[in-house]
């Protein structure tokens, strides 16, 4: 089962990306393979989400495990909706 031991090594990637977007106050450019790896790491994290929704009886401790995909889904969400509104606000 990679979906309990993949959970660490996701959150570090997304403190990374949180440190290194939200430190410069979303002043950051990306380039395409930053934004493929964002997307993949979204993509990851809701297969995660809609495994641990399907088998929440089934498993142990898969709803903490859900909580706590959730959560990181809803971080990088921010960290997207936040460069995406910077960049239409500079646009403006």
């Given at each position: 089962?990679?979906?309990?031991?993949?959970?660490?090594?996701?959150?570090?990637?997304?403190?990374?990306?949180?440190?290194?977007?939200?430190?410069?106050n979303y002043?950051?450019?990306?380039?395409?393979?930053?934004?493929?790896?964002?997307?993949?790491?979204?993509?990851?994290?809701?297969?995660?989400?809609?495994?641990?929704?399907?088998?929440?009886?089934?498993?142990?401790?898969?709803?903490?495990?859900?909580?706590?995909?959730?959560?990181?889904?809803?971080?990088?969400?921010?960290?997207?909706?936040n460069l995406?509104?910077?960049?239409?606000?500079e646009a403006?």
């Amino acid at each position: 089962m990679n979906y309990y031991t993949d959970f660490e090594q996701m959150e570090i990637t997304v403190d990374n990306w949180d440190n290194i977007i939200a430190s410069t106050n979303y002043e950051t450019i990306i380039n395409e393979e930053q934004c493929l790896e964002i997307i993949q790491v979204l993509l990851q994290i809701q297969t995660t989400v809609k495994f641990f929704k399907a088998n929440l009886q089934e498993f142990k401790k898969a709803d903490i495990y859900l909580r706590r995909y959730e959560n990181l889904r809803d971080r990088v969400l921010t960290l997207v909706s936040n460069l995406i509104l910077k960049t239409i606000k500079e646009a403006l």
